[in-house]
């Protein structure tokens, strides 16, 4: 099976479309297979709201430069945007940034996605089993500094794949020789930029590239 490089694309846009179609650009260049945003944010400012207002450009980016439109989502309105575009699978978030993003019920909300039977990343092991889901180890810590990560000594049974906070590619890599078969990194095209806290430990696009050819160097041998 392929490897999935996911670029979290998140809040890092700025909710400035143009910046999105770069970082899309930029993530397809480096080698991912899914760029990610959010859709339904409890919040409607101008940063977590652009990607409700602008998801179906977003998506045809995204089909334009060979990549899968990937998006968290926070509720139901979420959940009726990613039908409306025909988005092609979920992500799920962990229960504890749910509860600060969105205001409705994670397992009914869920239940309804499982409903459409579409492939569903989830950040939770609190989940039921399903044929199209994936449980994805994560640690909800923005950022994750090593003396809090722990990794699973192997992937497959539950744990499909990693979403990783921490800076650098280190323990993604980890993951992937240990058979996590998705891989998850924040992505920004400025780490000193204050106004987005994710900046700060997101990989660069030169980084990100690095984790794609090394991690299906290692891939091939786990």
């Known amino acids: 099976m392929e490897m999935i490089f996911c670029a979290e694309i998140g809040s890092?846009?700025?909710?400035?479309?143009?910046l999105a179609y770069?970082?899309?650009?930029?993530?397809?260049?480096?080698?991912?297979?899914?760029?990610?945003?959010?859709?339904?944010?409890?919040?409607?400012?101008?940063?977590?709201?652009?990607?409700?207002?602008?998801?179906?450009?977003l998506k045809s980016w995204c089909e334009y430069f060979g990549i899968e439109f990937l998006a968290t989502i926070l509720s139901w309105d979420g959940l009726g945007i990613?039908?409306?575009?025909?988005?092609?699978?979920?992500?799920?978030?962990?229960?504890?940034?749910?509860?600060s993003?969105?205001?409705?019920?994670?397992?009914?909300?869920?239940?309804?996605?499982?409903?459409?039977?579409k492939t569903i990343y989830v950040s939770d092991g609190n989940v039921p089993d399903a044929h199209n889901v994936?449980?994805?180890?994560?640690?909800?810590?923005?950022?994750?500094?090593?003396?809090?990560v722990v990794i699973p000594e192997k992937f497959g049974d539950p744990w499909?794949?990693?979403?990783?906070?921490?800076?650098?590619?280190?323990?993604?890599?980890?993951a992937i020789a240990r058979g996590a078969k998705y891989i998850e990194k924040h992505v920004t095209l400025d780490k000193t930029e204050e106004s987005i806290k994710d900046n700060a430990f997101a990989l660069s696009f030169e980084e990100f590239g690095e984790l794609v050819r090394l991690g299906k160097d290692i891939a091939r041998f786990s």
Not at 37 to 50: N, V
Not at 82 to 99: C, L, W
Not at 160 to 174: E, K, N, P, R, W
Request: with cysteine; aromatic share 10%.
């Open 12 to 18: 890092n846009h700025k909710g400035i479309p143009a």
């Open 22 to 57: 770069e970082m899309i650009r930029q993530a397809s260049l480096a080698g991912a297979t899914h760029a990610k945003f959010q859709l339904g944010h409890k919040h409607s400012d101008s940063i977590r709201g652009m990607p409700n207002r602008h998801a179906q450009e």
């Open 82 to 99: 990613a039908r409306r575009i025909g988005q092609k699978s979920y992500k799920m978030a962990s229960r504890k940034p749910f509860k």
């Open 101 to 117: 993003a969105s205001k409705d019920n994670y397992d009914e909300l869920f239940a309804a996605m499982m409903s459409d039977d």
């Open 134 to 148: 994936h449980k994805i180890w994560c640690v909800s810590m923005y950022p994750t500094y090593p003396v809090n």
């Open 160 to 174: 499909y794949g990693y979403s990783s906070h921490v800076h650098g590619i280190g323990d993604a890599l980890i």
